[in-house]
């Protein structure tokens, strides 16, 4: 079974704080994501990895930024964390070729910025 | 640009009906879709993925159809139980991304015993 985990289900920060969120997965997958899901909106693509040390941005990475050192992990960092930020931060991957595609989510990062 | 949208925002049923989730889409031009189902607090796990080419997929008491003229995809869930409770969301990806995936979001079902 493909598993992708989150370093933290939880957490709290203040406003103006460096956040840092990880997440592994252990099926050597060469594709990572990293979402934010808000109610109402769906998941929004914050930003993707497609191999070691690249990156392409989202939809929305305004604020954020990422880092793959290695294949099996990657990071999503808030450079200086504001209450809108305060969302659900869902991490995928997936293989990157073949077919069917299909993404492997992780449990969830559930962040609060006061 | 493809927009998503899934309609019953929310649905309660009773338990042991057969059911049906909608899911739309702007532009046809997608290279499949994929269901979803969200537990709450939880991440996402993939319940069927449909190619562009195909027509249906089925798992157990699940089955997706998909209809790319109209824009439409629907999961039909047959003798519905309480655990089947959950956020049901859509996906389409798009012929011109290797990786991106449009959503919708979300039907929020509750099974009612």
């Known amino acids: 079974d493909v598993k992708v985990t989150q370093s933290s289900r939880y957490l709290v920060k203040r406003t103006g704080e460096k956040v840092f969120l990880e997440c592994v997965q252990d099926?050597?997958?060469?594709?990572m994501f990293w979402y934010r899901q808000d109610p109402g909106l769906g998941l929004r693509l914050i930003y993707f990895?497609?191999?070691?040390?690249?990156?392409e941005k989202g939809d929305i990475p305004e604020g954020y930024s990422v880092s793959r050192e290695k294949k099996e992990r990657f990071s999503l960092i808030l450079e200086s964390a504001s209450t809108n930020q305060t969302s659900m931060y869902l991490c995928?991957?997936?293989f990157g070729g073949g077919e069917p595609y299909e993404q492997y989510f992780g449990p969830g990062t559930r962040l609060t910025v006061t | 640009k493809q927009e998503v949208t899934q309609i019953p925002a929310a649905l309660s049923v009773p338990e042991g009906e057969n059911l049906v989730l909608n899911c739309s889409f702007t532009?046809?031009?997608?290279?499949?879709l994929q269901w979803f189902r969200q537990d709450p607090g939880k991440g996402l796990t993939s319940l069927l993925l449909?190619?562009?080419s195909q027509r249906e997929q089925t798992s157990g008491r699940l089955n997706a159809s998909l209809d790319k003229s109209s824009g439409r995809s629907t999961l039909y869930i047959a003798a519905s139980q309480p655990g089947d409770s959950a956020t049901y969301l859509c996906?389409?990806?798009?012929?011109?991304?290797?990786?991106?995936?449009?959503w919708g979001a979300g039907t929020k079902l509750i099974i009612k015993p």
């Open positions: 996906a389409v990806r798009r012929v011109d991304s290797n990786y991106q995936l449009i």
């Open positions: 449909i190619q562009s």
């Open positions: 990895s497609y191999d070691v040390k690249m990156k």
């Open positions: 532009d046809s031009a997608i290279y499949n």
């Open positions: 995928a991957s997936s």
């Open positions: 099926m050597d997958h060469e594709n």
